[in-house]
């Protein structure tokens, strides 16, 4: 009995050891499989629409978007511009002060101001190709209207409504920028001067030559042509991909994707197009976030100081030029006749021809030293660019007060523009660059409202003051200019080869 209960305890005990050495041998297998990913079940192959877009490069699509896009800021620059070289033509017509003239200049501003953010949001919510096409429509309606102002006060309000569309197509930038690989923006974007440069020389080439015969109404109907034909094409350019992918419309995007792809010549990385949906699109929160509450301080004077220095050196320009503030030592007897608004309340002096040829010359500074840009962006980065193009500005503002030649004043006035347009470059490359795809048009909206913050103090300051002193006029541009230099250095984000985010 005593037997066979050991025998039975022994049978117990060799099934157990048997039953664990199964286990253990189970154990192992399952571990070998999940190391190996032949033995283990094959995950699909996926990819981002920042990978899709690096694979993609550069190609004939970035061509077209180039063009098409940098068309836009040919229309905005008409529209900007078109300030300073109708203002002698509406103070004589109108009989305005020095403060009525500047006030024009504001007005645009103050409609850019209120509806960069609303545009912004509308983008990030509902699509950036909406908001920047049918920003194309309303700019040139109200500018068409504009042409047709019975009065002052007509013509400061249809100029609002302008600044309002201009705000809108401002996005092509974000969309623009959201195409491009990221080793080709630093050398792109910049480029896009080239088409502000043109839109700046066609409104001062129409002053030449339509003003003068035909006077300023007709110059202003003959401007929106451009604006006409970027809306047809305009039509050529898809919705942003990383906003597609952002709201979730993934085939949407794929099928973008897939377009770019075959236009370029070139395919789309192996695998599936999986990103996910960013439900928290255009929250301006974020901004402030302790995530970027820095950058969007830093940030939103930075636009500030680029729009007023910007904007002073293109209305202290025509003001000098109108009114013969220039301290000249080869003045001819034209250009030695003084004028303030303290003489006579209403003054006629059309711009002469050398004044037209100064404005020219001084737009192809716009381009001149984009080469140094782009070798300033990729060598120093973004953040030492913006420093020191600041402190540029603020030595060549000053620098316009000596006593100097005509042709003196015009190399100055070429070198401002260019340090100048070139800072502006950079801080709308730095913005695009390092806010996410879920906030990056509110973002930019945000910045180019506090940019027309500038751009509305600045006529009082070039305009107004500008008849009082003209040192007193050209410091403030100057003293602005460093402190930004110096608030630049804090920025705690350098964007430089750096992807772009989706999500916060």
Request: with cysteine; net charge negative; aromatic share 12%.
């Amino acid at each position: 009995m005593a037997l066979k209960r050991s025998s039975s305890m022994k049978t117990q005990l060799v099934n157990a050891i048997q039953l664990q050495e199964v286990e253990m041998e189970e154990e192992i297998n399952t571990s070998s499989s999940n190391n190996n990913p032949a033995e283990a079940q094959t995950e699909p192959k996926c990819y981002t629409v920042e990978e899709a877009v690096e694979s993609i490069s550069f190609g004939r699509f970035h061509i077209l978007l180039f063009v098409i896009m940098g068309s836009a800021n040919i229309v905005e620059a008409m529209e900007i511009m078109l300030l300073a070289v109708v203002s002698p033509e509406i103070r004589c017509e109108w009989h305005l002060e020095d403060w009525q003239v500047a006030l024009v200049s504001t007005m645009v501003f103050l409609g850019f101001m209120v509806c960069g953010v609303l545009c912004g949001y509308v983008a990030d919510k509902y699509g950036r190709w909406k908001v920047v096409f049918g920003g194309f429509i309303w700019a040139a309606y109200f500018s068409l209207l504009t042409s047709f102002s019975p009065s002052y006060d007509w013509f400061i309000f249809l100029r609002c409504m302008v600044g309002c569309g201009v705000a809108a197509t401002s996005q092509g930038f974000v969309l623009k920028t959201e195409f491009i690989p990221s080793k080709y923006r630093a050398s792109l974007l910049p480029l896009a001067s080239i088409f502000w440069m043109l839109g700046s020389m066609l409104i001062i080439i129409l002053g030449m030559t339509v003003v003068p015969t035909m006077g300023w109404r007709w110059m202003i109907r003959f401007s929106i042509i451009p604006s006409i034909i970027l809306i047809g094409l305009f039509m050529f350019i898809p919705e942003s991909a990383r906003f597609q992918v952002s709201a979730g419309n993934i085939q949407e995007a794929l099928s973008t994707l897939n377009w770019i792809a075959r236009m370029n010549g070139t395919t789309l990385p192996e695998g599936e197009l999986r990103e996910p949906e960013v439900t928290e699109r255009g929250n301006a929160i974020t901004l402030i976030n302790p995530a970027f509450r820095r950058t969007s301080l830093l940030l939103w004077y930075s636009w500030f100081v680029a729009s007023f220095s910007y904007y002073g050196s293109v209305l202290s320009s025509s003001e000098l030029l109108e009114k013969n503030l220039l301290c000249m030592t080869d003045a001819d007897a034209e250009h030695q006749i003084k004028h303030n608004q303290e003489e006579a309340l209403c003054y006629c002096i059309p711009f002469n021809m050398a004044d037209y040829q100064t404005l020219l010359i001084s737009c192809l500074g716009e381009v001149a030293l984009i080469p140094l840009n782009i070798g300033m962006l990729n060598i120093f980065g973004r953040k030492p660019s913006l420093a020191i193009l600041q402190l540029l500005s603020a030595f060549f503002f000053m620098l316009v007060n000596i006593c100097t030649t005509m042709f003196g004043f015009t190399v100055l006035l070429f070198l401002l523009r260019s340090v100048v347009s070139m800072n502006f470059n950079v801080v709308y490359i730095y913005t695009a660059e390092v806010y996410p795809t879920s906030v990056r048009s509110i973002g930019m909206g945000f910045c180019t409202s506090f940019s027309r913050v500038g751009g509305m103090i600045a006529p009082f300051i070039a305009q107004v003051l500008m008849s009082k002193s003209v040192i007193l006029a050209l410091s403030p541009f100057a003293i602005t200019c460093v402190i930004c230099a110096v608030g630049v250095a804090f920025l705690p984000i350098e964007t430089r080869g750096r992807a772009l985010l989706q999500d916060a």
